[in-house]
T-cell receptor
Framework: AQKVTQAQTEISVVEKEDVTLDCVYE???????LFWYKQPPSGELVFLIR??????QNEISGRYSWNFQKSTSSFNFTITASQVVDSAVYFC????????????FGTGTSLTVIP | ETGVTQTPRHLVMGMTNKKSLKCEQH?????MYWYKQSAKKPLELMFV???????ENNSVPSRFSPECPNSSHLFLHLHTLQPEDSALYLC????????????????FGPGTRLTVT
């Protein structure tokens, strides 16, 4: 079974719109870590955020915000006032506490921001 | 150089060739990884080197052979590849937790785009 599900394969928005990328995860561990990465056309995955399972506080970084809800096993990512430079593939990933360096990635959401 | 570098960036090879991919990390990390990224599939973890010891993924064909001479360098030796091995190969590094299972973010290189003809 897929441990990380990103149901949205492709999303297109017009510049300045807000967009939310969904991530649902599955684990039986009580200690786990969640991550978001951005992959621009150049190919390199860029780390955006790491969150551990004991910290459910939402986080905001500039135009980016993350909503972690253990009750629904979701870790959604919102971009406010999207810009063309936000166009990329975004990956959500899970790492379980007892296998720290085994990352489970979702299939990614391709975001296109139209000027 | 900063971060994680990979060479070459692009590689075209025939099925009978032997080639190697190189990865170098300049972050002082103690764990390194090889991933395969194919279209429409999740990233597949191929190999992990943690504190210079190899953690092997048993589903990786033997035509892929990793080598980690030290904590900063990682190689992926390729031989007798198949066309379905064409993909983006990504290297990553991270810092292992000093005590207990702690998972820190992995930092990725730009990848090697491999085409097998």
């Amino acid at each position: 079974a897929q441990k990380v599900t990103q149901a949205q394969t492709e999303i297109s928005v017009v510049e300045k719109e807000d967009v939310t990328l969904d991530c649902v995860y599955e684990t039986r561990d009580t200690t786990y870590y969640l991550f978001w990465y951005k992959q621009p056309p150049s190919g390199e995955l860029v780390f955006l955020i790491r969150r551990n399972s004991f910290d459910e506080q939402n986080e905001i970084s500039g135009r980016y915000s993350w909503n972690f809800q253990k009750s629904t096993s979701s870790f959604n990512f919102t971009i406010t006032a999207s810009q063309v430079v936000d166009s990329a593939v975004y990956f959500c990933a899970l790492s379980e506490g007892n296998t720290g360096n085994q990352f489970y990635f979702g299939t990614g959401t391709s975001l296109t921001v139209i000027p | 150089e900063t971060g994680v570098t990979q060479t070459p960036r692009h590689l075209v090879m025939g099925m009978t060739n032997k080639k190697s991919l190189k990865c170098e990390q300049h972050l002082g990390h103690n764990a390194m990884y090889w991933y395969k990224q194919s279209a429409k599939k999740p990233l597949e973890l191929m190999f992990v080197y943690s504190l210079e010891e190899r953690v092997e993924n048993n589903s990786v064909p033997s035509r892929f052979s990793p080598e980690c001479p030290n904590s900063s360098h990682l190689f992926l030796h390729l031989h007798t590849l198949q066309p379905e091995d064409s993909a983006l190969y990504l290297c990553a590094s991270s810092q292992e937790g000093a005590s207990g299972p702690v998972s820190y973010e992995q930092y990725f290189g730009p990848g090697t785009r491999l085409t097998v003809t």
